[in-house]
């Protein structure tokens, strides 16, 4: 059983940034992030395979987030720059013990409660 605690969520202005971290109480085969706003489905923002570091991106995040790792600390963090309004969601992190690991919910195998992201405009 992996625990995953999320920190880093919180308010910021369109433009601003903000560094969401993911800590895992063990070893994962991949990270990912997914974020899931009132009355939409869960989306995935990004993903990392931990040994290779292959990341990926969802298409409304390419260019504006970037995921990275820790391996020593076990942690993924999601950089967020330029966040829009539409941005605003719940972010969790998930992990996935093997396989395919893309972005959907069901390629993961253990997920964190969630941190809160609102972008004001």
């Known amino acids: 059983q992996v625990q995953l605690v999320e920190s880093g969520g919180g308010s910021v202005q369109a433009g601003g940034s903000l560094r969401l971290s993911c800590a895992a109480s063990?070893?994962?085969?991949?990270l990912g992030w997914f974020r899931q706003a009132p009355g939409k489905e869960r989306e995935g923002v990004a993903r990392?395979?931990?040994?290779?570091?292959?990341?990926y991106y969802g298409d409304s995040v390419k260019g504006r987030f970037t995921i990275s790792q820790d391996n020593a600390k076990n942690t993924v963090y999601l950089q967020m720059n330029s966040l829009k309004p539409e941005d605003t969601a719940m972010y969790y992190c998930a992990a996935g013990r093997g396989g395919v690991c893309g972005f959907l919910t069901y390629h993961y195998n253990y997920w964190g409660q969630g941190t809160q992201v609102t972008v004001s405009s």
């Open positions: 990392i395979y931990t040994n290779s570091g292959n990341t």
């Open positions: 063990g070893y994962t085969y991949c």
